[in-house]
């Protein structure tokens, strides 16, 4: 199993920037695809957005031209920099990992960091 700690949530002025990060310890071996997901109070959990070994990257639009997903598998840390901020940004954003073995999948989560957007 992946652990994994996310950490640069906070408050931030519409407009603003944060760097959310996740770094993965534990058993490893396998993830081909990490990702950052959100999710708001009675909603369920969107993609934001992931990233291959491969470095294929993916945004949902919403994010798109203003986050950056970077993955660092040497430090084995997921980043997330978000740009141009705004109220709608405002949710508890989850790094994601998925692993391969043997043609077999298994997702694991990170617990969550708060981000909240003023306007």
């Known amino acids: 199993q992946v652990q994994l700690v996310e950490s640069g949530g906070g408050l931030v002025q519409a407009g603003g920037s944060l760097r959310l990060s996740c770094v993965a310890s534990g058993s490893t071996f396998g993830t081909n695809e990490m990702a950052w997901y959100r999710q708001t109070p009675g909603n369920q959990r969107e993609l934001v957005a992931r990233?291959?070994?491969?470095?294929?990257?993916m945004y949902a639009d919403a994010v798109r031209d203003r986050f950056t997903i970077s993955w660092d598998t040497v430090k084995k840390t997921l980043l997330l920099t978000m740009n141009s901020l705004s109220p709608t940004d405002t949710a508890v954003y989850y790094c994601n990992a998925k692993r391969t073995i043997f043609d077999k999948e298994y997702l694991d989560w990170g617990q969550g960091t708060q981000v909240t957007v003023s306007s």
């Open positions: 990233i291959t070994r491969g470095r294929s990257t």
